[in-house]
T-cell receptor, first 114, second 114 residues
Framework: DTEVTQTPKHLVMGMTNKKSLKCEQH?????MYWYKQKAKKPPELMFV???????INESVPSRFSPECPNSSLLNLHLHALQPEDSALYLC?????????????FGAGSRLTVL | AQSVTQLDSHVSVSEGTPVLLRCNYS??????LFWYVQHPNKGLQLLLK??????LVKGINGFEAEFKKSETSFHLTKPSAHMSDAAEYFC????????????FGTGTRLKVLA
């Protein structure tokens, strides 16, 4: 299995809602990432988990809350978002210490905040 | 510090003609370099990677790139463009020190004309 699976593919939420994005990989990768991508821009790093511990938080607002329940799963909990948070959210994984340390991306979750 | 510059934000080619997407990088370490492709509303797919082995790297779908240390370049080429190559292309640099930081270029949008 060489895939990163993200659910849901599309999410529409109001500013008072609580929702979660989910990401799963079964490649044995021990680093998992959340990126945010706005239209016509490159992905921006939000969080990195390494061996299930939060390794990097790029000063992301607290309305985004990551969680890594185990080495295969990564969640992003969303609460009280703003319309400007509408974007494509990409999950990725890599295997630290392996050769090129290639990032493998999921297909993304398209989030719209009303 | 690492950085990557994609010299063209848009490139248009006719179907069947060669493709050249340019990327220059800066890195204090021996870098790993990647090219990713992103079709509309999709995740990023790895085209190819360079990791200090052969300087000419072959990737998927007929793409290749040459690492030129003296020019700090890693340009992406394809001999003959196909309509399905129309997409956004990102050049990415990373180092092997395990910082989990991948630096993305700003992207090049490739348009293929019939």
């Amino acid at each position: 299995d060489t895939e990163v699976t993200q659910t849901p593919k599309h999410l529409v939420m109001g500013m008072t809602n609580k929702k979660s994005l989910k990401c799963e990989q079964h490649m044995g990768h021990r680093a998992m990432y959340w990126y945010k991508q706005k239209a016509k821009k490159p992905p921006e790093l939000m969080f990195v988990y390494s061996y299930e511990k939060l390794s990097i938080n790029e000063s992301v607002p607290s309305r985004f809350s990551p969680e890594c329940p185990n080495s295969s799963l990564l969640n992003l909990h969303l609460h009280a978002l703003q319309p400007e948070d509408s974007a494509l959210y990409l999950c990725a994984s890599s295997h630290p210490g392996s050769g090129a340390n290639v990032l493998t991306f999921g297909a993304g979750s398209r989030l719209t905040v009303l | 510090a690492q950085s990557v510059t994609q010299l063209d934000s848009h490139v248009s080619v006719s179907e069947g003609t060669p493709v050249l997407l340019r990327c220059n990088y800066s890195s204090s370490y021996s870098p790993s370099l990647f090219w990713y492709v992103q079709h509309p509303n999709k995740g990023l797919q790895l085209l190819l990677k360079y990791t200090s082995a052969a300087t000419l790297v072959k990737g998927i779908n007929g793409f290749e790139a040459e690492f030129k240390k003296s020019e700090t370049s890693f340009h992406l080429t394809k001999p003959s463009a196909h309509m399905s190559d129309a997409a956004e292309y990102f050049c990415v640099v990373s180092d092997l020190t395990g910082t989990y930081k991948y630096i993305f270029g700003t992207g090049t949008r490739l348009k293929v004309l019939a």
